[in-house]
């Protein structure tokens, strides 16, 4: 097992350096444990902490259809011993599935279709006690994992939660490379809006030269914050990037002092600028009269063990008719991934009638915030 993890650990730096996918590398070891396991099946587990589901499920032992079916399940510790695992990072023993109160009848069903018994699950875990995902192996019931077996794929799990973090971080990075070329695109039709807008109300060459200079730069300290890498408060991010907007339009923003940690920074000005460009092009910051309100609050979480609830809300009205989008966006898709890498956070978007609404939530953790805070009630 030496001879492998120092495998492995080589090929997974290789994968990295180049920028390589990381699943192609999670299925080979998945294959490798499980030659050195005669009689088991290995599957490797990756999380996607926000939406607490498996988004990439790998047993190459199996057919296709039964890692497709652990893919995109709701992770609550009542179906199954992966997510339980996960959970309470605990290793998990099933002796037998068929009759573990654990496990939900739609996954003994999947158990028994393909003919599985037990297994052990355990979860793969970072330094920093991050989930990442999970190992199992599922065994025969007459020949249970020794004590000395598990404690060695507990050392696969280790390397598995390195690769599976760098997965999310290759993500972010497509997701940034992505957004500078979304967002050289939109940056001609930004400038000419904002140029239209300044002349309608500064008609003069000298007024328009001083306003339009003033929005330009204010515009450039908002791409700035995207690709920063500093801490900066809440309330200071939202004034910047919403500040070539200001004197135009009616902006509320409003919420508890909070200091961002640089990522969750990088990843709310991305969505911050996306919205702000999407509300100047479609929404209430395009026509006049306007209004956008952005307000922020900190939740209490009533599971036992479980982080505050961080909240924004990013609301606008008296601006044209919105009409829902005939099929989900770039921007929609940059958001949601940003916030999910950054601090594992989610974003709802709603195109009422009388104005776009986006929420995003995530756990109050040191990913988001660098300080505590109060707990509080939602308005």
């Not at 180049?18 to 005669?38: I, K, M, Y």
């Not at 500078?180 to 695109?185: F, G």
């Not at 600028?273 to 910051?285: D, F, I, Q, V």
Request: charged residues 20%; hydrophobic residues 40%.
């Amino acid at each position: 097992m030496h001879q492998l993890l120092e495998h492995f650990l080589n090929r997974a730096l290789d994968v990295m350096s180049l920028g390589a996918p990381p699943v192609p590398l999670l299925r080979e070891l998945a294959s490798a444990v499980q030659d050195l396991l005669p009689g088991c099946l290995v599957g490797i587990n990756v999380l996607d902490k926000p939406r607490r589901t498996f988004r990439h499920s790998i047993f190459p032992g199996l057919p296709e259809e039964f890692a497709r079916r652990l893919e995109g399940n709701v992770i609550d510790g009542k179906r199954g011993s992966c997510g339980l695992g996960v959970l309470t990072g605990k290793v998990i023993n099933v002796a037998d599935v068929a009759s573990d109160e654990r496990f939900s009848k739609e996954w003994k069903a999947l158990f028994a279709q393909y003919q599985l018994a037990s297994l052990v699950s355990i979860p793969a875990i970072t330094s920093n006690g991050d989930a990442q995902g999970s190992v199992a192996v599922i065994h025969p019931k007459s020949t249970p994992l020794q004590p000395e077996q598990i404690e060695s794929i507990k050392s696969v799990a280790e390397l598995c939660a390195k690769i599976c973090a760098y997965s999310r971080t290759l993500e972010t990075n497509q997701i940034l490379l992505g957004e500078l070329e979304h967002r050289i695109r939109n940056l001609y039709l930004t400038v000419g809006g904002v140029a239209n807008l300044t002349i309608k109300s500064y008609p003069t060459p000298s007024e328009f030269r001083k306003v339009f200079s003033d929005r330009l730069n204010m515009m450039h300290r908002a791409h700035s914050f995207a690709l920063g890498r500093n801490t900066i408060g809440l309330s200071q991010l939202m004034e910047e990037m919403l500040a070539p907007y200001s004197k135009d339009y009616q902006i509320s923003i409003s919420g508890p002092d909070i200091t961002l940690a640089p990522d969750a920074a990088c990843a709310l000005a991305l969505a911050v600028h996306e919205l702000g460009t999407n509300a100047s092009k479609y929404g209430a910051l395009s026509s006049s009269g306007g209004v956008l309100t952005v307000r922020w609050n900190i939740l209490s979480n009533s599971e036992l063990g479980s982080l505050p609830i961080f909240i924004l809300k990013w609301e606008e009205s008296r601006g044209p008719l919105v009409i829902p989008p005939s099929r989900k966006g770039y921007g929609t898709s940059m958001i949601g991934g940003a916030l999910r890498n950054a601090f594992d956070g989610g974003a709802i978007f709603t195109f009422d009638p009388c104005g776009f609404t986006c929420e995003i939530t995530a756990p109050l953790s040191s990913s988001l915030c660098n300080e505590a805070i109060n707990t509080t009630t939602l308005v």
